[in-house]
Each structure stands twice: as structure tokens, then as C-alpha cells.
């Protein structure tokens, strides 16, 4: 089975750093972009990014870029989304989503982690 | 950017009645060489993740009922689920994935029950 698990919800100060994580399983994770998307509390999805586990090329939405950063370790299948100094706003449930074709990120999301609570306060 | 703007932000429904939501882009997502539409369709519950519903405008994933069809072409796409049944009750979000890294989400329509 195809799937994507997050780590655990997580509190934290702001100006601590923090990264939270997104295992694969079921398919080859080199071959598949992964995306990060959020959700802040009661309104809707923003996409942030996507990486490529196969090379880490990295595409960031302009909204978080320098923000935020992406990283994956292929040899645990895992992927990470870090912040090196969190605020209040970064209060959020953060999703990690796989796009429907390999090699490919200009795609729908058709497999998701279950999402990763971050408060910040 | 693409701005995604849906319509309405939320609607009642009667159980087995019609439901019709619009989404409506700042600029076109069809792409005329492969004549694909690149935008997307999901539903969201309460506490879960979103699920794919459409992809490529029309296409229902596979395990989706039928009752859910999506429709449109350039920049107005709609979402319909022709006859409402309980489990329906969400949130759903229309996405763009033609303009990159700027691909972006809607605003999302909350569908209740009447």
C-alpha cells in the first residue's frame, strides 16, 4: 500500500526551530516529487513546495521561500520540511501529498500524509 | 499569480438534490498542445486530509461514485455531485497545477445538508 506517515503533532516556542517529518512506503521514493502543504487553523490549503528525493531539487512557492526548508534522506525514504526560527503565524497543520505521476510535480496530489499539527506559542 | 476564486463559499443542500460549485481562474490552465485542463478537485473532511477527486478537469479518480463530475474548460471549471448523499458533507477545494512553482488552491465550499 501507497502511503505517506508524518510525525506527531508538535509545541513549540516562538524563535525555536523545528522539523517535522514524512516516511514513504509502497513505492520507489526516489521517483516521486513530494509536495508540503498548509493549513492554518480553520481556512484553506496552500501549496508551499514540492522536493525531489531523487536529486533534492527543490521548488518553493514564493510565499515561502526563504521561509522554509525542504530536505529528504532516500535511504529512510523520508521527507522534511524545517524552519530555523518559528513565529505565531507558522500555527498550522502541515500536509505532505505525492503527486499521481512520477518524475513529475505539475500534477494533482493523489496520495497524503495524515498531517503534522505545529502551535507555536 | 493565478488567483482560484470559488463560489459560493458554502451551500445547503437537501439530501439527493443537486449540488454546484464554480471555480473560476485569474487565467487559463488549459494547456492547447495536449488540450489538458490542469486543475484538480478534492474534498476534505473534518480532522482528515484532502482526497483527490478530479484530476485533468473530468477525470474521477478511480473509487470516486459517479455522482461526482467535474466540468469546465480555460479559466470556469464546476464541481457537481448530482444527488447529495450524507457522507458528501465537506469541504472542497479546486487547485491549479499549470502555473509552477505558483500552483495554488481555491478558497474552498463548505456543502451541509438543508
Known amino acids: 500500500e501507497v502511503q505517506l506517515v508524518q510525525s506527531g503533532a508538535e509545541v513549540k516556542k516562538p524563535g525555536e526551530s523545528l522539523k517535522i517529518s514524512c516516511k514513504a512506503s509502497?513505492?520507489?521514493?526516489?521517483?516521486?516529487?513530494i509536495g508540503w502543504v498548509r493549513q492554518m487553523p480553520g481556512r484553506g490549503l496552500e501549496w508551499m513546495g514540492v522536493?525531489?528525493?531523487?536529486?533534492?531539487?527543490?521548488r518553493y512557492s514564493p510565499s515561502f521561500q526563504g521561509q522554509v526548508t525542504f530536505s529528504a534522506d532516500k535511504s529512510i525514504s523520508t521527507a522534511y520540511l524545517k524552519w530555523s526560527s518559528l513565529t505565531a503565524s507558522d500555527t498550522a497543520t502541515y500536509y505532505c501529498?505525492?503527486?499521481?505521476?512520477?518524475?513529475?510535480?505539475?500534477?494533482?496530489?493523489?496520495?497524503w500524509g495524515q498531517g503534522t499539527m505545529v502551535t507555536v506559542s | 499569480d493565478i488567483v482560484m476564486t470559488q463560489s459560493p463559499d458554502s451551500l445547503a443542500v437537501s439530501l439527493g438534490e443537486r449540488a454546484t460549485i464554480n471555480c473560476k481562474c485569474s487565467?487559463?490552465?488549459?494547456?492547447?498542445?495536449?488540450?489538458?485542463?490542469?486543475l484538480a478537485w478534492y474534498q476534505q473532511k473534518p480532522g482528515q486530509p484532502p482526497k483527490l477527486l478530479i484530476d485533468?478537469?473530468?477525470t474521477r479518480e478511480s473509487g470516486v461514485p459517479d455522482r461526482f463530475s467535474g466540468s469546465g474548460s480555460g479559466t470556469d471549471f464546476t464541481l457537481t455531485i448530482s444527488s447529495l448523499q450524507a457522507e458528501d458533507v465537506a469541504v472542497y477545494y479546486c487547485?491549479?497545477?499549470?502555473?509552477?512553482?505558483?500552483?495554488?488552491f481555491g478558497g474552498g465550499t463548505k456543502v451541509e445538508i438543508k
Open positions: 501529498a505525492r503527486p499521481k505521476y512520477s518524475n513529475f510535480y505539475q500534477d494533482a496530489f493523489d496520495i
Open positions: 487565467q487559463s490552465v488549459l494547456f492547447t498542445s495536449s488540450n489538458k485542463n490542469y
Open positions: 487547485q491549479q497545477y499549470y502555473i509552477t512553482p505558483l500552483i495554488t
Open positions: 509502497g513505492y520507489t521514493f526516489t521517483n516521486y516529487w
Open positions: 485533468w478537469a473530468s
Open positions: 522536493i525531489y528525493p531523487g536529486d533534492s531539487d527543490t
